[in-house]
Structures are given as structure tokens and as C-alpha cells.
């Protein structure tokens, strides 16, 4: 399960992120071609977590010229993945979502009922496992596995379905860009 606002993520890389990525493409004998820069720009550019799906349609946006399908998707992706610049959130019976590595580890939070991916802020995630090792002597890898619960949205009763609403104008699959704690709504052109 994956759910995307529809919007697709526009927007060129900037200079250092590209310049990184040739680099480590370079390492490896590699160039950064047009599919590549497409792919990444769509990730880099996204401002939550997004599907090798919602990739393909934003590229597809963008780039029609660019003729790219899932597999093309899909190698670029294990290229990323290889190279580190991107990770991967395989979340239960979800589609893996992307983000870049640049972003850091951190803690996730699913919702179990309509599958957006947040991100959770290391304050609360730190504070979250400090109490569970001190009261309970357990400790917990929040990093490797993300917390499950409701977004904001199905808290307030939404029915789960931010792509179908058209409200949200959030480029991506996670309609929630920020963090847990600090959730505000980014207005995309
Ligand atoms: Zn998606
Ligand atoms: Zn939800
Ligand atoms: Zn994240």
C-alpha cells in the first residue's frame, strides 16, 4: 500500500546533490544519464517518501520524452541503493518507499490504515527509548522498524484515502512531509 497525493515532484537536483551523485556513479564507471538524473531528482525532491510507482508516473510527468518504465525504475533503484545514496522502507505488505540517504537514519512511523510513512523527529524518537530502557530494561531499535499507529489524518477520522480527497497538494507518497511532533502542511506549486 502506497498512498500519493498524485502530485507529481518536479524541480531539477541541486548542484551539490548532483555533483555527489556523479561522483559516487563515477567510482563505479558509471555516468549520471538522463534516466538516472530523472529518478533522482524525483526522490531528492520529494519531501517525504515515495514508491518506485509514484516515481515512474512523476518521471513519466516531467520527462515524457524519457522512456522509462517499472524495470528502469527498479534498476536505477538497486543502483541507489547499492551506491548508498538512497535507502529503502519496506514496510509490512506496503511497496518499499525511497528517500535520500542524505536525510540520515531515523525513525518511522506507518499508519496502519491508510500507509503513509513519517518520519518521527530523534527527539521523540531518543526520549521514546530511553523510557522503555529505563523502566522496562528493554531496548528497542526504532531506526530498522517503524513505529505502526494512525497518521493525523485517520486519527481525525479521514477515510484513508489521501489521493482519492485532492485536498493535499504534497508531492509524494507520504501527504506528510514533516515529522511526527512538528506536522504542518507544505503548500507545492
Ligand atoms: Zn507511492
Ligand atoms: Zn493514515
Ligand atoms: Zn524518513
Do not use: W
Request: glycine share 12%; aromatic share 4%; proline share 4%.
Amino acid at each position: 500500500m502506497c498512498i500519493s497525493t498524485a502530485g507529481a515532484v518536479s524541480g531539477r537536483l541541486g548542484p551539490h546533490d548532483r555533483e555527489a551523485i556523479a561522483d559516487s556513479l563515477r567510482d563505479r564507471g558509471l555516468r549520471l544519464t538522463f534516466q538516472r538524473e530523472a529518478v533522482c531528482e524525483t526522490i531528492f525532491n520529494c519531501v517525504g517518501h515515495i514508491c518506485a510507482e509514484h516515481i515512474l508516473s512523476a518521471v513519466s510527468t516531467n520527462h515524457p520524452r524519457l522512456r522509462m518504465n517499472k524495470t528502469t525504475v527498479y534498476r536505477t533503484l538497486d543502483l541507489l541503493l547499492d551506491l548508498g545514496l538512497v535507502t529503502e522502507h519496506k514496510c509490512g505488505e506496503g511497496r518499499a518507499q525511497y528517500e535520500p540517504a542524505s536525510r540520515g537514519r531515523h525513525s518511522h512511523l506507518i499508519c496502519c490504515e491508510c500507509g503513509v510513512l513519517m518520519d518521527i523527529d530523534p527527539d521523540v524518537a531518543g526520549s521514546f527509548r530511553d523510557q522503555l530502557r529505563l523502566r522496562y530494561g528493554v531496548q528497542v531499535d526504532l531506526e530498522s522498524y517503524p513505529v505502526v499507529g494512525l497518521c493525523p489524518e485517520c486519527s481525525r477520522g479521514g477515510d484513508g484515502s489521501r489521493s482519492s480527497g485532492g485536498t493535499r497538494s504534497t508531492p509524494g507518497c507520504t501527504g506528510i512531509p514533516l515529522m511526527v511532533g512538528s506536522h504542518q502542511e507544505i503548500m507545492e506549486a
